[in-house]
Nanobody, 127 residues
Framework: QVQPVESGGGLVQAGGSLRLSCAASGRTVSSYAMGWFRQAPGKEREFVAAISPSGSTVYYAEPVKGRFTISRDNAKNTVYLQMNSLKPEDTAAYYC????????????????????WGQGTQVTVSS
């Protein structure tokens, strides 16, 4: 059973930083594309960032470009999302996801391309 587990959320003031971690038990993350999504209350889930299995390619949603950085440490089987210059509109539950198939070095931005999801970690940014 594959289970991504997020950690690192919390309450931070606007302009502050947080680093989210995602450890995927049950599989070696180095073989799979990984992504971060978020969902604010009353809103649909939205894509935040993605990283290819090797880590050589990353992609960001426009609202977080230049502020967020996705990375992976395959030796630790962990993916990270470094969030800087946080804004109140970044407040949401953040979810880590793992693709369902290995092979190649693509990343994905659609939720439907991910097979396994974590339970989420809450990020709250106060103004």
């Amino acid at each position: 059973q594959v289970q991504p587990v997020e950690s690192g959320g919390g309450l931070v003031q606007a302009g502050g930083s947080l680093r989210l971690s995602c450890a995927a038990s049950g599989r070696t993350v180095s073989s799979y594309a990984m992504g971060w999504f978020r969902q604010a209350p009353g809103k649909e889930r939205e894509f935040v960032a993605a990283i290819s299995p090797s880590g050589s390619t990353v992609y960001y949603a426009e609202p977080v470009k230049g502020r967020f950085t996705i990375s992976r440490d395959n030796a630790k089987n962990t993916v990270y999302l470094q969030m800087n210059s946080l804004k109140p509109e970044d407040t949401a539950a953040y979810y880590c996801a793992s693709s369902g198939t290995s092979g190649g070095d693509a990343y994905y931005i659609r939720g439907g391309d991910y097979a396994y999801w974590g339970q989420g970690t809450q990020v709250t940014v106060s103004s």
